[in-house]
């Protein structure tokens, strides 16, 4: 995919949107800064599809719908005797046609194959890998995973390319009573709750480290600095501008003596966190991380 990916997650805090802003953006820094590059990377926001987990067949018809993502894109010709095995940016050739010991720890490739019956042994990943290559080859390369509704469902039921949730009609009205009693506070709850601090200070930390790192600074140079040095008050920016640390923390962390004097260097630095004298590692860096 050239500018968006399919990924099927689950996670036991409601913290997805934090998670997502966090992954997308720290990938987008990574990779602009390796290829020097800057700006956007993918197409849009993230597009979310709420999936009743529990249940085997929207478990496993999403499973398939993202594995033939590449035989809908037309990048895997299975009717030419290509298999998805030939798709290296997968899961497939990634992760389930390999042994535990070579897959990455985040992929459930294990959970994955037993949804279909499948045992995580060399003759289970074949057969699990053959019965995607099969259907590919079965189905029209532009429906291929496509799953085709009755025309009478609830519009809102998502058909794995629209709609915002993906499961019976039961989970769905038990979706719509769980948000209309949480309300549009939940999300401002979240923000200062403990799990959104504790992701900041790790965001924090990481835009800290790869931004030393970029300047060519250590604890020792940050320590002998002043705390109006342009270089510190341009990392307080930008973690200041992504996070919600506070400036008390910023103060400690950059040695620039005291919270009020960092509310003071980023009120004098007037929104702006680009100098003449950074290096041309560091301006790259501040401008893969869009501030």
């Not at 979310?48 to 496993?60: K, P, Q, R, S, T």
């Not at 594995?67 to 940016?89: C, D, F, M, T």
Request: proline share 4%.
């Amino acid at each position: 995919m050239s500018n968006h990916y399919h990924l099927l997650v689950e996670t036991p805090e409601p913290n997805l949107v934090a998670g997502m802003q966090w992954f997308q953006n720290t990938y987008t820094r990574r990779f602009n800064t390796r290829h020097y590059l800057w700006g956007r990377l993918f197409g849009d926001r993230y597009k979310g599809v709420l999936v009743e987990g529990d249940n085997a067949y929207y478990y496993e018809t999403l499973v398939d719908y993202i594995h033939l993502n590449p035989v809908r894109a037309r990048i895997i010709k299975p009717r030419a005797g290509q298999s998805l095995l030939e798709y290296p940016w997968g899961s497939i050739a990634g992760g389930y046609a390999l042994p535990p010991r070579r897959r990455p720890k985040w992929l459930a490739a294990e959970q994955g194959l037993s949804v279909f019956g499948f045992a995580d042994d060399t003759a289970g990943r074949r057969r699990f890998v053959a019965r995607l290559d099969r259907r590919a080859v079965e189905n029209e390369a532009a429906k291929a995973g496509v799953v085709p509704l009755p025309e009478e469902l609830d519009a809102r039921c998502s058909h794995l390319r629209k709609g915002w949730y993906w499961g019976t009609q039961a989970f769905a009205e038990l979706l719509a009573v769980g948000e209309k009693a949480l309300g549009k506070g939940r999300e401002r709850g979240y923000r200062s709750s403990h799990e959104r601090k504790a992701h900041d200070r790790q965001r924090a930390e990481t835009l800290l480290a790869e931004g030393l790192r970029a300047a060519a600074l250590d604890a020792k140079a940050l320590e002998e600095l002043p705390g109006s040095d342009p270089r510190k008050v341009a990392l307080a920016r930008v973690i200041w501008e992504t996070t919600t640390v506070s400036q008390g923390w910023l103060a400690e962390w950059l040695a620039m003596q005291s919270a009020a004097n960092v509310s003071q260097q980023l009120i004098r630095s007037k929104g702006t966190v680009r100098d003449g004298s950074f290096s041309p590692e560091f301006q790259r860096w501040l401008r893969s991380v869009k501030i």
